[in-house]
């Protein structure tokens, strides 16, 4: 019989020291714990209510829809669509496999590649971010969809409004384009807008052109939805709701300003078509005498809807690769030699300078030597003897290096600096290169080295360093028929609210008028203007113009033609015929010209890259662009015409009339 | 006294300790209550008849808890070595007959109730302890390595079967409570030390190849829960948020959002004093653990006016059995200690964990019972 149940408390009194420890580690525990719930509940207390705030409460965004893009008539440009995208939301689902392969057999793509697309999302963006698992679904997978939802958390249906480019290709790099905003991008945006607006993952943002100009205008602000979910995510209903108390309100989305464009659409249209047509690489600018564009195409273009969609990565990979790059915005990115369309510019300065007259007689033989080594004209017997009128009609080379000569480059860049070269118009768009319009400073600071004499010649023709995009080319035409008014281009006519309240509006603006005295003294006379404007009349108008074949019905047309050489060539390879040379290495053909031709309206810029010739590459364009505004604005004149068929389209064998080659 | 009770009844009530009966109805009518709301969430259709459930262990309890105070506990000290051998083949028995659930063997399915010998293996534990210690000198130095190498022989034994299932937790536990009762009774200190020095040595080596994945992600987990915060550290961070949301006055009676929409895992059992915490704040997390706090100064009261050794021994066990899985339940809720599934007793759901512990406090009450009997 062990000892320890003989009733004795007084052995039990042995342990009377041993509960001593007990109470140190109770009193221990109970202020260690009472600490800790202190620390949680009190210190941290208002934090962790937040985030169980932010457990139970998920902000569905509302996405603003974005604002409109019209044309100067009030028509669509640039729209909205809505669109259903089946999403993931990572964090509440339960099965991932399972919910992928049952996802897969609902819209009809392999489970893998939804698994993929989770992964590659959780990579960039983190574990949180939604997944788009398939876009623009069909009403029967919006459907099938729905219907997962209610067993599978974090399968959704979410409506998205898409950005719709009805004219497609027509326009992409001026109208641009929207994408999500990348992950680098985010935090910068987010520190130069602080406060105003909060960009998040998975946002879209202007890429380019008019979208990414005004993209803070057009995006708006997105509203929030709150709904009470559960752990898994599901939503509650409104019963349900009410246990648990307050529902917080909806903020509703605010859609973004729209935008009135100066294009026409109708010009627009005809200007892409007639490019596309001929199968043109390059860029059309069509602006009104006060400096409104009506027309901006760039080709080889892209579907900005792609974007829209989601492009594929080998689709974009593709467009990137493009040797004629099509994301490029050609009209102000593009600047090349103006070639012949220069000689204009140089008619002004030498009749400015006293060169010559109106009535000066130049003998333009077939070429010119010059220091040791011959300039050739195109025309191999040369034009003979010559006025300004012929030499521009006829663009003879000769007869400019002369004037080239004579004036030398500064006096040159005196006056042709003043139409614009040289320098950036200033439209609204980003990224615009200026061009070059060299002086002998210019070179010395740039290049290190005398301005050459020779070089005076080259540049006499619109070679050698002087380059220009064609938006400036059709600014300084515009200032040579409006006879002074140089003028800043512009795209943008209005921005107007939601309710339809203009809150911003653009009016032409006049940089210079070259009929007044210029800061550096230089004041054109009306009469040099006249005289000019003749001779590009001819060009057309004229029995031996080089773009006589391109003349619009009832209405006189003012222009020149030039091919800027992408590469020199010797003295015999001057002559090989341009067209069998590999593309690439073919000659940009320019035309650009004004119409009507006494007192224009409208001036056309076109570069026909790899088109060898301006006559037959850049020239038809114009000519359809101005019909067609003629047309549109000018009813009467076509009024009697029986069949409409017979103006249209006078076809014309490239290369056959000496004539339609234009100068060197 | 026509009326009155007889004089057999009278005693028995009036030799009942009243405080210590009090103090558990007070937790148990807390523990019903915060029940009730754990229940009766979004998914009350699936829940609801839990609530009911525990009504009916708590009924049973009750029973078992009156049956052990009227027993002697003299005769199941003497019974001390039959019980803990019938738990143990039960113990044995779970590893071919039981139940798998969480990845682990730990019930046996007797139809209307689930059997989990690991639980009430700890009351035979306290038993067979408190029966074998109370024979060992508290005077002296303390106990010396032979004193105590059968006590460890037969704790190891239970020990190595519930690692096997594998339920660590529970485990750990058992050694918790057998700990305590040998420290309680006093061990020389040289051992102590060379037990501290061989813990730190066998630590890092149990790391590498005795613990499973899922435990080792646990403890990892711990260490750094936003690390994953849909995976295992997913637990420990909603029942940190829960808790501190309460902030001092609680969200109110089913108004915690964690708890109702289910962020809260495991809420009417191991994360039941989330639940608490966020419905009633500080405040009611304080009144809990003060309510816990005072049910140990009752029972080490009890303890200190106990008949015999083995009395105050059993009382030890049993409060330490209390202490240890509320310090280990309350701590992981609250984020000082990793997750493991141990129940906060008399307010978790689950019938073991009720009846083993109202079976615990039975044999406290017994020896309160009987402490004027000489």
């Known amino acids: ?560 033609t030039g091919t800027s050489q992408v590469r020199s060539f010797n003295a015999d390879d001057i002559y090989t015929e341009c067209t069998s040379r590999p593309l690439n290495y073919r000659h940009h053909g320019w035309f650009v010209a004004f119409a009507p031709a006494e007192n224009p309206e409208i001036t056309v810029a076109v570069l026909a890259e790899h088109a060898c010739h301006g006559s037959t590459g850049a020239a038809p364009v114009v000519r359809d662009i101005v019909q067609a505004y003629m047309k549109k604005n000018h009813p009467e004149l076509f009024a009697n015409d029986k069949d409409m068929k017979t103006i249209k389209i006078m076809p014309v064998k490239p290369g056959v009339d000496p004539s339609a080659i234009d100068g060197e | 006294m026509e009326f009155g009770l007889r004089v057999e009844e009278r005693n028995f009530f009036s030799k009942l300790d009243w405080g210590l009966i009090l103090i558990i109805l007070g937790l148990n009518a807390f523990g019903l209550l915060n029940l009730y709301s754990a229940t009766h969430g979004i998914s009350s259709e699936e829940m609801g008849g839990l609530f009911y459930q525990q009504i009916v262990w708590l009924i049973v309890g009750w029973g078992l808890f009156f049956i052990l105070t009227i027993i002697d506990y003299q005769f199941i000290g003497r019974l001390a070595y039959v019980i803990y051998i019938l738990n143990l083949g039960a113990l044995l028995g779970v590893t071919f007959f039981g139940k798998v659930a969480y990845g682990a063997q730990r019930w046996i399915d007797l139809g209307f109730f689930r059997y989990q010998p690991s639980e009430t293996m700890k009351m035979a534990m306290i038993v067979l302890f408190a029966h074998i210690l109370s024979e060992k000198n508290s005077m002296g130095p303390g106990m010396g390595f032979r004193d105590m190498i059968w006590p460890l022989i037969l704790l190891l034994i239970p020990f190595g079967l519930v690692v096997e299932q594998p339920d660590l937790g529970t485990a750990m536990m058992l050694i918790a409570i057998g700990g305590s009762m040998i420290l309680f009774v006093k061990v020389r200190k040289g051992i102590i030390v060379s037990a501290l020095v061989a813990v730190a040595i066998a630590a890092p080596l149990a790391w590498n190849f005795g613990l499973r994945d899922y435990q080792k992600n646990r403890v990892l987990t711990f260490m750094s829960p936003t690390a994953d915060p849909r995976g295992t550290g997913y637990n420990s961070i909603q029942s940190k948020i829960a808790v501190g949301s309460g902030k001092f006055w609680g969200k109110g009676f089913r108004k915690g959002t964690q708890a109702q929409l289910e962020f809260l895992p495991e809420r009417h059992t191991d994360f039941i004093y989330s639940v608490l915490s966020e419905e009633w704040g500080l405040f009611g997390s304080l009144c809990t653990l003060t309510f816990f706090m005072v049910l140990f100064l009752v029972g080490i009261k009890i303890a200190n006016q106990a008949n015999d050794k083995f009395a105050a021994l059993m009382t030890v066990g049993v409060l330490s059995y209390v202490f240890w899985h509320m310090f280990i339940n309350m701590g992981m809720v609250i984020g000082l200690l990793p997750i493991v599934g141990i129940p906060l007793p008399l307010l978790s759901y689950g019938g073991t964990s009720m009846l083993t512990t109202m079976c615990g406090l039975g044999l406290v009450s017994s020896v309160a019972y009987r402490r004027y009997l000489f």
């Open chain 1, 1 to 560: 019989m062990s000892t320890q149940y003989v009733n004795n408390p007084e052995a039990a009194k042995e342990y009377v020291p041993r509960y001593r420890p007990i109470y140190v580690l109770l009193a221990m525990t109970f202020i260690l714990f009472t600490a800790r719930l202190w620390y949680l509940q009190i210190i941290k207390g208002t934090e962790l209510r937040e985030f169980s705030e932010k457990n139970r409460i998920k902000e569905i965004k509302l996405t603003a829809p974005r604002g409109l893009i019209f044309d100067r008539e009030g028509r669509i440009l640039v729209e909205n669509l809505a669109a259903y995208d089946a999403v993931i939301l990572p964090q509440y689902v339960d099965d991932l496999e399972r919910t992928t392969k049952v996802l897969s057999e609902a819209i009809g793509l392999e489970s893998d590649k939804i698994l993929q697309k989770i992964q590659k999302k959780r990579k960039q963006m983190g574990p949180f971010a939604i997944v788009k698992v398939k876009e623009n679904l069909t009403l029967d997978e919006v459907f099938r969809v729905q219907t997962l939802r209610i067993d599978y958390p974090g399968v959704e249906v979410r409506e998205n409004i898409i950005r719709s480019y009805p004219l497609g290709p027509n326009g992409a790099q001026l109208f641009g384009y929207v994408a999500e905003i990348s992950k680098k991008q985010l935090p910068i945006l987010n520190q130069q807008f602080k406060d105003k607006i909060v960009f998040e993952q998975g946002d879209l943002i202007g890429k380019s052109g008019v979208e990414e100009l005004r993209d803070i205008e057009l995006r708006g602000r997105d509203g929030y939805s709150f709904i009470q979910v559960d752990a898994h995510g599901r939503e509650l209903g409104a019963t349900d709701n009410k246990i648990l108390g307050q529902q917080i309100k909806d903020i509703e989305p605010t859609p973004g300003h729209n935008i009135q464009l100066t294009i026409d659409r109708d010009l627009q249209e005809v200007a892409f078509k007639s490019f596309s047509d001929l199968q043109r690489i390059g860029a059309v600018a069509a602006i009104k005498s006060n400096g409104e564009v009506l027309a901006w195409v760039s080709t080889p273009s892209f579907d900005p809807n792609e974007f829209s969609k989601g492009i594929s990565p080998d689709l974009f990979a593709k467009m990137i690769n493009d040797p004629f790059k099509p994301f490029r915005n050609k009209v102000i990115q593009d600047h090349t030699a103006p070639g012949s369309t220069f000689k204009p510019l140089m008619a002004i300065t030498s009749l400015e300078e006293k060169i010559i007259t109106a009535s000066t007689i130049v003998n333009c033989p077939g070429s010119l030597r010059f220091g040791n080594r011959p300039y050739h004209d195109h025309l191999k017997g040369g034009f003979g003897n010559i006025s300004i009128f012929e030499a521009i009609e006829r663009s003879s080379n000769v007869f400019f290096y002369k004037m080239g000569i004579s004036l030398g480059i500064d006096r040159m860049y005196k006056y042709i600096s003043l139409f614009g070269l040289g320098s950036r118009t200033n439209i609204e768009l980003k990224r615009e290169n200026g061009g070059l319009l060299p002086s002998a400073a210019w070179k010395m600071k740039n290049v290190g080295e005398e301005w050459q004499p020779g070089e005076n010649l080259s540049t006499a023709i619109g070679q050698g360093y002087v380059t220009a995009t064609p938006l400036q080319m059709a600014i300084a035409y515009n200032a040579i028929g409006t006879e002074g008014k140089v003028v800043k281009p512009f795209l943008i006519q209005k921005l107007i609210d939601p309710r339809g309240q203009v809150i911003e509006e653009h009016h032409p603006e006049l940089v210079r008028d070259l009929q007044k005295l210029q800061p550096n003294g230089v004041k054109i006379s009306p009469q040099t203007f006249q005289t000019v404007k003749e001779a590009m009349r001819r060009v057309v108008q004229g029995e031996r113009g080089t773009a006589k074949h391109w003349k619009v019905p009832h209405v006189e047309m003012a222009g020149k």
